[in-house]
């Protein structure tokens, strides 16, 4: 999200990770969708893993 300009990147992924619920596949999709970024950057997040994430 930072790569991308998002405004706020980290306070929007602590919105999601700070309630009750736990977090999973659904919650991180879900979450994904609500953000404004272009389709082909949602199509990346959408694949990532704690296995493939480089950080860039």
Known sequence: LR???YPKPYEA???LTRTNEGITHSTIAA???TL???ESVK???R???PQTY???
Do not use: H, N, P, Y
């Open 3 to 5: 790569r991308e300009g």
């Open 13 to 15: 992924l602590k919105a």
């Open 31 to 33: 979450f994904i969708e």
């Open 36 to 38: 404004d970024i272009s």
């Open 43 to 45: 199509d990346e997040m």
């Open 47 to 49: 694949v990532l893993t």
């Open 54 to 56: 480089t950080g860039r």
